[in-house]
């Protein structure tokens, strides 16, 4: 078997990963096949532009001003990892050819891969994401066809023209299922790739909305929070327009990561960068319901996501999500409503009617339990202090 080289696999593997083609996965590649790959890949010109252009086009919906971007070793190991992590969840990879033991290694020099330094550098996080954007919504086609003698499947690969030839005579029928990021990339072995490599992209983490993604830690991710303009990608990348349920998948997740943060011991200065950010989030929920005839009318998106009473079918973090800014109010006065609110009439009653009627879905117990557990880190609540302190993380909300 010829010995892979990096200009094929950036064009078959990392450019339709990027873009969100096919990706073709072949045999697990050994440190010494990334080895090769650092070496070359400055003669791989033709592939990395293309690369790297794509992934301009992907930062250039989240900020105005992409930065210059060149695939670098760092980046390119992780590729490589994600590539292994997939090999075992080739069909391939289950035969008897493949024993356990190999399986553990293939695993083991993933991991290895991925384990690349965590960075806070804006570009380096911003370049990790526009390469991994589409880590969370990896799947696989499979195709079962059918014929009036017998059946087979094909995991990831297309059937035959011969199975499929004559589809009136031979009555044949195809039929596509899609296995998730869940079953492909949730299994025991692969999972700590996952949610290592992941660490290394905290804005994928953020912009995702997989409930079967390893689970957010606040700490990862806050410092992105204190950038405008980012923040500012994430907050509306979080309440996208869909059906209630829908729309609030993804703050809930950032709601219930939220919840775990409390019960750690991080710097009371990241515990207020999120808790204002989740408040900018429920008021752009609020302020997105801002044509209603009445801006002290009921939130439709309140009663048909938290009107079925207590736990009924929510999601974990939603109930805090909707709390919080209620409980801001008592522990720090200055985070509950996002800049601008107060400026505005209309949208100031819409954000008091919102909360308002949260606190009677949701129950006032529920609320005060917040406030205690917000208050044993950000202390007793303080005076309203100037808005120039305020996290950089909250801009001026407006309509969605």
């Known amino acids: 078997m010829a010995r892979p080289d990096v200009a094929t696999f950036l064009e078959r593997f990392v450019l339709p990963f990027v873009v969100g083609g096919e990706a073709h996965v072949n045999r697990p590649l050994t440190s010494a096949d990334l080895g090769r790959f650092e070496l070359d890949l400055a003669n791989a010109t033709v592939a990395l532009v293309a690369v790297d252009e794509a992934r301009t ?14 695939l670098d070793a760092d980046e390119l190991a992780l590729a490589v990892g994600l590539h292994n992590a997939l090999v075992l969840a080739h069909p391939d990879a289950d035969g008897s050819l493949v024993t356990d033991a190999m399986r553990r290694k293939i695993a083991s020099t993933a991991l290895r891969m991925v384990s690349q330094p965590i960075s806070r550098d804006r570009t380096r996080v911003l370049a990790r994401h526009a390469l991994l954007h589409n880590l969370l919504d990896l799947g696989r086609a499979d195709v079962t066809v059918s014929w009036w003698t017998g059946r087979a499947r094909f995991l990831g690969q297309k059937p035959s023209a011969r199975l499929t030839a004559w589809k009136g005579v031979r009555r044949v029928r195809e039929e596509v299922t899609r296995a998730g990021f869940d079953e492909l990339l949730a299994s025991p072995e692969v999972a700590p790739v996952m949610a290592a490599l992941l660490r290394r992209t905290p804005l994928t983490q953020l912009l995702g909305v997989s409930p079967s993604a390893p689970p957010l830690h606040w700490e990862d991710a806050v410092f992105l929070l204190r950038d405008a303009e980012v923040a500012r990608a994430v907050a509306y990348a979080a309440v996208r327009p869909d059906e209630p349920r829908a729309q609030v998948a993804a703050p809930a997740r950032l709601a219930a990561a939220f919840e775990q943060m409390l019960e750690r011991t991080p710097p009371a200065a990241d515990v207020r960068a999120v808790a204002a950010f989740l408040a900018h989030v429920a008021a752009l929920l609020a302020m997105a319901e801002a044509h209603l005839t009445s801006p002290s009318a009921k939130s439709p998106l309140l009663s048909a996501v938290l009107g079925g009473g207590p736990g009924a079918g929510r999601p974990r973090g ?58 044993r880190h950000l202390g007793p609540a303080p005076d309203r202090t100037p808005l120039a302190e305020a996290p950089a993380s909250t801009p001026t909300p407006g309509p969605t």
Not at 345 to 372: C, E, I, M, N, T
Request: net charge negative; no cysteine.
């Open 57 to 70: 086009d992907v930062l250039a919906e989240l900020v105005a001003r992409p930065p210059a971007l060149v």
């Open 318 to 375: 939603l109930a805090t999500f909707f709390a919080l800014p209620v409980a801001l109010e008592r522990v720090a006065p200055v985070l509950s409503d996002p800049p601008g609110l107060a400026h505005e009439a209309p949208w100031q009653r819409r954000w008091l009617a919102f909360k308002a009627q949260a606190v009677d879905l949701l129950g006032q117990p529920l609320v005060d339990s917040l406030v205690a557990r917000l208050a």
